[in-house]
């Protein structure tokens, strides 16, 4: 029975260090499963404690049957395992770099890091994704991408430092790694207030209603509307380093932030979802960077998709902008003047109806049972 492991113990000395260790990807043809049965398995064929990456206390990985001897590969030199590489943004930075904090400590004993697949949807095009943005996070070694389940000669397997929600902190090690090594070659270059936006996104990709409303009233405030998605990791990390005010919604850009960012920038996060994802979001940029985030928790209702039956990632978050207004002055994020009206019953219907147009489904008040 395995455990999940405290991020506040001491994790430098759990890296264990494997000889013709068996690295099993996810198997080829399945579907992307939220657990999946891949990891490592030593030379007796025992599955590697240190290769279950937790979510809390849940594995997202599990024991992987034995591989039949004709389909396993072999890879020569040493190796760091780093875990599921995800294709999500968000799940990437908290998830896949999860043990990078081990790179400088294994300086000199690796030849690369090797990953396996979230799941097999072309996993060298999702390695080629995230190479540059590793390599600007400090990592300075070759990158691959497991795909067919392989014997390596000397494998090394950290510990988990960073995770989740409970885990969102990190442990000690990997904060460390992050203020040495995260953005430090990228420049900081673009405006100074920013409001990352969610309002450029492709259609089925959840936000706040009336999302370009709240855009143009921080406009009038001095603020850029910045839509991450537009541009590529290096401009994502120069904008998040120069800005000195910083408003978003919960999502997976105030992961960057706080990879990058320092204790001198002022972070706001406004929650579009239940379930204190803006609290998570403060926790983590206060344990990595010092900062302080201002937290606004306004959600009035969730519209739905009408296929539905309860909130998801597809979701819109109704929120009191007159509390947006009011979390933002406390916060020093605007100067303020006359405070924000919340919107009409004619505003929602307008916002319902353009909704049902973009998404091609019609949205509905969400009841909870």
Known sequence: MFTAPSLADPIVDNTVCLKGALVVPPPKGDQNRSVQKSGVLDADGAFVENSITWRNTNQINLE?????????????????????LFGHFGHFLVESICRFWAVDHLKGKIDGIAFVPKFQNRPQHVVGV????????????????????????????????????????????????????GGKGVAPQGEKKIYVSRSALPPARGSLLGEKRLEALLEAEGYTAFHPQKHNFEEQIAAYKAATHIISIDGSPLHMAALVCDANQKVACIARRAGDL?????????????????????????????????????????VDFGILYDRLLEGGFIAGGERWA????????????????VQKVGFKRYVKP
């Open 64 to 84: 992987p049957p034995m591989p039949a001897a004709e389909d396993i590969q072999t890879l020569e030199g040493s190796y760091m395992f780093a875990g599921p």
């Open 130 to 181: 995230f190479r540059p943005l590793i390599e600007m996070l400090g990592v300075d070694v070759p990158v691959i991408n497991i795909e067919d389940p392989t014997r390596v000669e000397t494998l090394y397997v950290p510990q988990q430092g960073f995770g989740m929600f409970e885990m969102i902190e990190g442990a000690p090690e990997f904060r460390d790694w992050i203020k040495s090594k």
């Open 278 to 318: 803006d609290e998570i979001f403060a926790r983590q940029l206060k344990a990595f960077q010092g900062i302080e985030t201002t937290t606004i928790s306004a959600l009035k209702q969730n519209w739905i998709p009408e296929t539905d039956n309860r909130p998801s990632r597809v979701s819109f978050g109704e």
């Open 342 to 357: 919340p919107f009409s019953e004619t505003d929602l219907d307008e916002l319902i109806a353009e909704l049902a147009v």
